[in-house]
């Protein structure tokens, strides 16, 4: 999954359109975009849409209340029997919050005559100590699918600026995706900002791709192409997959070479996983790399 | 009767007379050579007047005649309202108002002439509150005539509806009366829907808050048409030009609508080199076009004309030779305004010449592609674009109905729905362009050929496009907001729709 857009889930004319803009997931939010006085009716609407199947069901997030907040237990009670399957959980510090939730789902699943498990989480990780954490927060169970960054509330802590200098993010991102791999886990990253900023987007998208992310949260569809074609495998990426795959064809196990460059198994790995995520995501290669 | 439409047309009514039906062979263009030539005489010498009343009283203007005013300067017009105060003093009733749209501080105006008894009917493209309310209520005392812009010009050409007077507003004339609307403090550029009412009326009065004592670099129309010119404090706000349907839309669904349109005229083949093309005034149309200027300087191919109200964009386009002409009837904004009379590509159109069914050519059926927007449009592909769903006018027919049946492509794009009303329906409330003029309508939820066009259907079904019949749009449509309660028509007409050849499309009910 490339793109993740953000959608407020106490705004109908946006809960309806959201899936027509060509994003590969959508979080539906509960937390910060919808407020306190307004969290009841947001979760009667969106459990509306979700049982409606006016939302794409099965690319469809839904963003719960925090872990240490009165509200998240109340979105899953109500999300889940109404076809809820992704659970996207803010600010988780500690493996505890995890087993919290995942008990309640256990619960939940339970009532509903659904498959244990069948609901997964994608865990936000946006505080120094929940990005310190990454690790053990990505084995802390096996409902989780992914690690979210969400740099706005990480930088308020640690007091660094948001922008276009990427370099001090490094660590945390490297942190989240390193850990996430560990576990074969997606990596996403955090959402830009900065709307009318499409240089800046598009140099954060390539360093969080560059440092293993999948994919990103964005905030308007105006983001989605951009974000869509920076996580997509390039027109060389693809040729230079297939030839590796060709070449490996004709190995015979071990090591062998092309042009110059040694081929062995992580190389072989890495090629297939470019293939298969450009199948994925429908793209062919171009004539032209051909 | 039924009329080809499907509407239930009367033989006659109370006002207007004897009513036409629509026929669809009556589509084409057939030339007729009822082009009236009256062009005025050369000899002529214009009149400077500061005194408007002395003005109308030498027009020879009697009650019951019809006066027309262009609309050239939108929201920003204030000499609509001096001229009908102007004949209320004098005692004036029972005149036709005949104009090209209604709008802004005008419908004001109009809407106390119409109460004080001066006007009993008006004929126009389109009018807006507080005037459109008023004629859902009754308070117009005959039905009002809804005509495009190449049907009005057809019907002054011909000589079919004669204007005693006309009066033009200038942004600044000469001593020779020469008018222009592209200099003076208050230009408003294009003065094309003016340009048929003096070549025309019996009797045209310049209006203008500025004289110039030097010959004018650019002439919308010649002083040998004026017969007097009255000097006025002001003839409205510049600002106010570009405040009517102009905006550049940044909502999400209206520009994946236009990214989709752009991709349904690629892979058409309409976007060739040496294609002509127009777009709407709505906010979707205006994004079209800035998309395919980006695709048209990223492919190198270049356009004969573009055509219709000039926007920045397009004059933008000319300058970097992405069009070789811009035909201009009305300009929409201040760089449109700028242009006309500083740049040889920008080329002044008359009404007629723009999209008259009976000027041989004219620029409408010149088109290769027309987008088009609406306030609804139904299974046969009708548009609607004066009332909504609920009857409450909204729009205006403009020039759609003549492009329609001029333009090879003709792309209506609208949202599927608008608040939680959907814009596709089985039936129009009211039909402004007929079907079968329509090619492709382009939604966020789904693009619908007209099955007549069976060489589009083949050549986009080769292409990714969410292609569907628009019986399936239109479920796909109510699946999300349910199938709207049309509300009932009343059995009293309170307006007619021309169609371009002074047949009847439909009637609005009250």
Redesign the interface.
């Given at each position: 999954m490339r793109s993740w857009l953000y959608c407020p889930g106490n705004s109908p004319k946006m809960i309806?359109?959201a899936g027509?803009?060509g994003a590969d997931g959508l979080v539906f939010d509960l937390e910060d975009a919808v407020a306190p006085d307004r969290k009841r009716e947001a979760r009667i609407l969106l459990a509306q849409a979700f049982k409606e199947r006016?939302v794409p069901v099965e690319k469809s997030a839904v963003r719960i209340n925090g872990p240490e907040t009165e509200d998240w237990n109340k979105d899953l009670e109500e999300m889940i029997p109404a076809g809820a399957l992704i659970i996207r959980i803010p600010k988780v510090e500690h493996p505890e919050q995890v087993h919290r939730i995942c008990n309640l789902l256990d619960r939940i699943e339970a009532d509903n005559g659904m498959d244990t498990g069948k609901v997964v989480l994608q865990c936000i990780l946006e505080t120094p100590l929940g990005v310190e954490n990454a690790f053990v927060l990505g084995g802390s169970s096996s409902r989780i699918s992914s690690l979210s960054f969400g740099a706005e509330d990480y930088c308020a802590a640690v007091g660094i600026p948001r922008g276009s200098d990427l370099l001090p993010l490094d660590y945390p991102r490297s942190r989240i995706a390193s850990a996430a791999a560990a576990f074969g886990l997606s990596a996403y990253d955090t959402v830009w900002g900065f709307l009318d900023d499409e240089t800046g987007l598009a140099a954060d998208a390539l360093r969080a791709k560059s440092l293993g992310f999948k994919g990103k949260s964005l905030i308007?569809?105006?983001q989605i192409e951009l974000v869509n074609r920076v996580f997509s495998p390039t027109p060389d990426e693809l040729a230079d997959a297939r030839n590796i795959l060709e070449e490996a064809a004709f190995m015979d196990g071990g090591a062998g070479s092309l042009n110059g460059r040694m081929i062995d198994r992580p190389v072989i790995l890495r090629a297939e996983r470019i293939l298969q995520s450009a199948e994925e995501t429908g793209i062919r290669e171009s004539t032209d790399a051909e | 009767m039924l009329n080809d439409a499907g509407r239930q047309i009367p033989d006659a009514v109370d006002g207007l007379g004897h009513l036409r039906p629509y026929k669809k062979e009556a589509v084409k263009r057939v030339v007729s050579g009822n082009l009236k030539n009256n062009t005025r005489k050369p000899e002529k010498t214009t009149r400077i007047s500061g005194d408007m009343e002395e003005s109308i009283t030498r027009s020879g203007l009697k009650n019951g005649d019809r006066i027309s005013f262009h609309h050239h300067l939108r929201l920003g017009d204030r000499v609509v309202e001096q001229v009908l105060l102007e004949l209320e003093r004098m005692g004036y009733r029972d005149l036709i108002l005949c104009v090209s749209s209604v709008m802004g501080p005008a419908s004001n105006a109009v809407l106390r002439a119409v109460r004080a008894g001066i006007l009993r009917r008006i004929e126009t493209t389109g009018l807006k509150s507080p005037l459109s309310e008023a004629l859902l209520a009754g308070e117009i005392p005959e039905p009002v005539v809804f005509r495009s812009h190449g049907g009005r010009a057809r019907a002054i050409d011909s000589g079919e509806t004669p204007v005693a007077a006309a009066f033009i507003a200038a942004s600044e004339v000469d001593r020779e009366g020469n008018l222009t609307g592209s200099q003076g403090p208050n230009r408003f550029g294009s003065m094309g829907y003016a340009m048929v009412d003096a070549q025309h009326a019996a009797y045209v009065i310049g209006i203008s808050d500025s004289v110039s004592n030097k010959c004018l670099n650019h002439i919308s129309i010649p002083g040998n048409q004026v017969d007097e010119i009255v000097k006025v404090e002001s003839i409205g706000d510049r600002a106010g030009i570009s405040g009517g349907s102009i905006r550049v839309s940044r909502r999400p669904v209206e520009k994946l609508i236009a990214r989709k349109a752009l991709d349904v005229l690629i892979a058409s083949g309409a976007v060739q080199p040496g294609f002509s093309y127009q777009a709407g005034s709505g906010g979707i149309s205006l994004l079209v076009t800035s998309f395919l200027k980006d695709y048209m300087t990223g492919t190198g191919i270049t356009g004969s004309f573009a055509s219709g109200g000039a926007t920045e964009n397009l004059v933008e386009m000319c300058r970097e030779g992405l069009f070789d002409t811009l035909w201009d009837v009305q300009s929409f904004d201040d760089s449109a305004s700028f242009s006309l009379g500083e740049n040889a590509f920008h080329r002044e159109m008359s009404a007629s010449r723009y999209a008259s069914p009976e000027y041989p050519g004219c620029i409408a059926e010149e088109l290769d592609i027309m987008i088009l927007s609406a306030t609804e449009i139904d299974r046969d592909f009708n548009v609607n674009s004066i009332t909504g769903t609920n009857g409450r006018i909204l729009g205006a027919l403009g020039g759609a109905p003549d492009t329609a049946a001029g333009a090879g492509l003709t792309m209506v794009v609208m949202p599927s729905f608008r608040g939680r009303i959907p814009t596709v329906n089985t039936r129009v409330r009211t039909v402004c362009t007929p079907g079968e003029t329509v090619d492709i309508l382009v939604t966020e939820r789904g693009i619908a050929v007209n099955p007549r066009r069976e060489d589009l259907l083949r050549r986009l079904s080769d292409s990714k496009l969410d292609l569907i019949s628009i019986e399936e749009l239109i479920n796909r449509i109510y699946a999300l907001t349910g199938v709207p309660d049309f509300p009932e028509e009343g059995s009293r007409i309170c307006a007619v729709v021309e169609y371009r050849n002074g047949t009847v499309l439909d009637c609005l009910r009250i």
């Open positions: 309806i359109n027509i803009y006016i308007h569809p105006d | -």
